[in-house]
């Protein structure tokens, strides 16, 4: 298995670099997956990356809407998704007809999208945000009375929250970060009791409401680093885990739940990088109309953060 392994790492650098590619790999990928990778992050951290490169192409371990993000970044660019049937339950429940609709009974709101989002919703938006900035992004349009805050419920819950503010909200949801229940935090914190409870904003908000600190993957992995403490409970996707211990090896850490497991994003194997790297397959394309609309919701997003 060891000898398999090192044939397959040892093909696919080789590929690389006769292809100019870029491998991305979001946080959540399998461990096989995050070795081979040159960038590990969230999806629009992983995105921006790939645009600043002079590879001619990316090769998206990710879900799908990700790598209509890194489409619509570097339109230059080949980007290539190793598994087309890794989608996003939670983009997929919101189209942007349904979007149109909505924006239709409010048309006064000013529209803010998380990036978990088709690129064709994205197109709809005004503001596209992260859970790393969608409480500065809101904080920015005090003077807007009505908000759309789409897909995600929960993160629309937990920004509320913290800015004071009303949405008119979507009923969208992450399947799995609505496995880690609050008995699962009190079972992790009664073994662990010197642990701190890291969650994301996309988990129910009891379980936020037991967090010492809600935070995007890629501030989970920014705190980690930083904090004093030894032991940390993790809520979110299993995932991430395995690169919290890789980069801090004296550290432990915990899965509030085992049972947060993304089965879209475990898709992507080194196998299938490879066949991506062979075959230059498939490619992800946003066509232009749609892909000049949503950079402009990205593009605002970004002058606020």
Not at 25 to 32: R, S, T, V
Not at 98 to 119: D, M, W
């Amino acid at each position: 298995m060891t000898k398999e392994i090192s044939i397959l790492e040892s093909r696919i650098r080789q590929l690389k670099k006769e292809r100019n590619a870029v491998i991305l790999a979001h946080n959540y990928q399998l461990p096989e997956v995050q070795e081979v990778a040159d960038f590990r992050g969230d999806s629009l951290e992983l995105s921006r990356a790939a645009a600043k490169t002079d590879a001619k192409v990316i090769i998206f371990c990710g879900v799908y809407f990700m790598a209509e993000t890194a489409s619509i970044l570097s339109p230059d660019k080949l980007v290539i998704v190793p598994d087309k049937n890794a989608g996003c339950p939670m983009a997929n429940m919101l189209a942007a007809d349904e979007l149109r609709k909505l924006k239709a009974e409010h048309p006064e709101a000013v529209v803010i999208g998380y990036v978990n989002t088709s690129a064709e919703v994205k197109a709809e938006l005004d503001y596209c945000c992260t859970s790393t900035n969608a409480i500065a992004v809101v904080n920015a349009l005090k003077n807007k009375k009505e908000i759309i805050f789409v897909p995600d419920k929960y993160l629309a819950d937990y920004v509320a929250k913290q800015t004071g503010r009303a949405f008119i909200t979507w009923n969208g949801f992450c399947p799995t970060h609505i496995k880690i229940l609050p008995e699962d935090v009190k079972r992790e914190r009664k073994f662990h009791p010197f642990a701190k409870v890291i969650v994301h904003p996309e988990c129910l908000p009891a379980v936020v409401g037991m967090a010492d600190a809600v935070l995007s993957t890629s501030l989970m992995a920014k705190y980690a680093k930083e904090t004093e403490a030894k032991e940390m409970i993790v809520g979110t996707e299993v995932g991430l885990i395995y690169r919290l211990k890789k980069d801090n090896p004296g550290k432990e850490f915990y899965p509030a739940s085992e049972r947060a497991v993304c089965p879209n994003m475990k898709r992507t194997t080194q196998e299938k990088i490879l066949w991506a790297l062979e075959e230059l397959k498939e490619e992800v394309r946003v066509p232009d109309d749609i892909r000049k609309k949503a950079k402009k919701a990205i593009d605002r997003m970004l002058e606020i953060v």
